[in-house]
């Protein structure tokens, strides 16, 4: 039975072990089927992100972006949540698709922007040389689209058609921006203010960000040819730079400074260098007759006809004005001078006891002229309130201003005869406003003399010779 007893003890104890044997085999297996659908369930993830990064890369290559975003984007490649945002690439996907809808909205809108920008391009092809286009930028501060719009109107042709393909490309996740413009020579591109982002070379932004918001000639406009009679006289170089600053604004113009006197002088030759206005500095001295006559002296009148007979000989379009050195202008008046055709006219301000001399505008014509002292003149206007086309000029070769005091303009108007009413263009808002002043400098006392003993070693002496003498 001991026997028995034991053996069966034994074989328990084998049972046993083969039982534990069997139990830990299982736990192995288990463990290593585990380990299987991990990695398989890990390789199927990471299958599914680089799928899906893919896909976001190819969207966002297709996608352009603007300046301001370019930048975040490269901030967000550096930082450590950049990978992590792709995991959520199909929620970036199907606002995508919301983006690509709005895009084609906005490049539709553009399209048809474009073409009617390019029909104002053609329209100002199609004028005459001699006149001007102005493009109107009303919009205070210019988006791209409506800046490229402007500056292909106002470039015309080719230039138009170029700007017109970097315009289609316009998209914007917002409603799209509006661009109004119009098919006259006239164009007012307004764009709305959003986040627009548009595909353009670093050239074309700058290109339209120097667009200013004002008029832009596209033509160059005809030229001006101001005469200004000067003399030697303390106020001399002061009144010639305050005038020659003035005229800096004015395109295209060419300054002929006269001065009465047998020969140049180098203080005004300096300061006519300094202003930077193009000029001709010629001298045309008094005939001695009228210096020696106790009565009023015809000053400026052979300074004006040797401005006359110089643009007979170099001058064939444009307009000329008798521009004085003491007045005081508004630049606009030179604008519209322009494009007068023989003979335009404006109101003068500041002049005789009625404060103005200015034509009298009676049912939009010409029907006489307001003057303090009328004199039995024809033309009682102030030499700064008129001005010549050149062609009608010289078509009269023997037009000049008479040596008669208080009668210089009227002779001169009269000298262009044949000359109707009905043939002076009115400038200034038709005779209404007031762009000239006849204003008048205080007359200064010539300079002492600089005491150059005690004076000797300072800057005064280096002033003293800036100094206009009589």
Not at 15 to 28: L, R
Not at 169 to 195: D, L, Y
Request: charged share 15%; hydrophobic share 35%; with cysteine.
């Amino acid at each position: 039975m001991k026997g028995g007893g034991a053996y069966i003890s034994i074989g328990s104890s084998t049972s046993g072990i083969n039982s534990m044997g069997s139990g830990s085999g299982s736990g192995s297996g288990s463990k290593m089927t585990l380990g299987k659908s991990v990695k398989m369930y890990l390789t199927i993830f990471i299958a599914t992100t680089c799928i899906y990064m893919v896909l976001y890369q190819y969207h966002m290559s297709r996608e352009p972006f603007a300046p301001s975003e370019v930048g975040k984007h490269q901030e967000k490649s550096s930082s450590s949540s950049y990978i992590a945002s792709y995991l959520w690439s199909p929620m970036s996907l199907l606002m995508a698709n919301a983006t690509t809808t709005t895009t084609t909205t906005t490049v539709s809108s553009t399209t048809t922007t474009t073409a009617t920008v390019s029909n104002a391009g053609q329209v100002g092809q199609g004028s005459s040389s001699g006149s001007i286009r102005t493009v109107s930028l009303a919009a205070t501060r210019p988006t791209q689209a409506s800046s490229l719009a402007s500056a292909s109107a106002s470039a015309g042709g080719a230039a138009a058609h170029k700007t017109a393909a970097a315009t289609t490309t316009t998209t914007s996740t917002t409603p799209p921006a509006t661009v109004t413009t119009t098919t006259t020579t006239r164009a007012n591109p307004i764009a709305k203010k959003g986040p627009a982002s548009t595909s353009m070379s670093q050239s074309q932004l700058d290109a339209a960000h120097k667009i200013r918001p004002t008029f832009v000639a596209a033509s160059e406009p005809p030229p001006l040819y101001i005469i200004t009679p000067t003399y030697r006289r303390p106020e001399q170089l002061a009144e010639l730079t305050r005038l020659g600053y003035t005229l800096k604004h004015v395109a295209n113009l060419l300054w002929l400074v006269i001065e009465d006197a047998n020969k140049t002088n180098p203080l005004v030759a300096h300061t006519l260098d300094r202003i930077g206005v193009p000029y001709e500095y010629m001298v045309a001295p008094m005939p001695e007759k009228y210096k020696q006559t106790k009565k009023a002296k015809p000053r400026g009148v052979s300074n004006r006809n040797r401005g006359l007979e110089y643009l007979r000989q170099h001058a064939t379009e444009g307009v000329l004005y008798f521009a004085d050195d003491d007045n005081t202008y508004d630049i606009s008046i030179f604008e519209q001078m322009r494009y007068i055709s023989k003979v335009g006219m404006w109101p003068v301000g500041l002049v005789t006891k009625t404060g103005v001399s200015s034509p009298i505008i009676r049912n939009g014509k010409l029907d006489g002229y307001y003057d303090g002292w009328i004199g039995g003149r024809k033309y009682p206007v102030d030499m700064a309130g008129f001005a010549v086309n050149i062609k009608f000029l010289r078509q009269r070769p023997h037009a000049q201003m008479p040596f008669k005091p208080g009668y210089e303009e009227d002779g001169f108007l009269r000298s262009l005869a044949p000359l109707d009413n009905d043939e002076i263009d009115l400038l200034a808002d038709e005779c209404r406003d007031i762009l000239t002043w006849h204003t008048q400098t205080k007359k200064n006392p010539p300079a002492q003399a600089l005491n150059k003993t005690r004076y000797s070693n300072t800057n005064l002496v280096h002033i003293d010779k800036l100094l206009v003498r009589p």
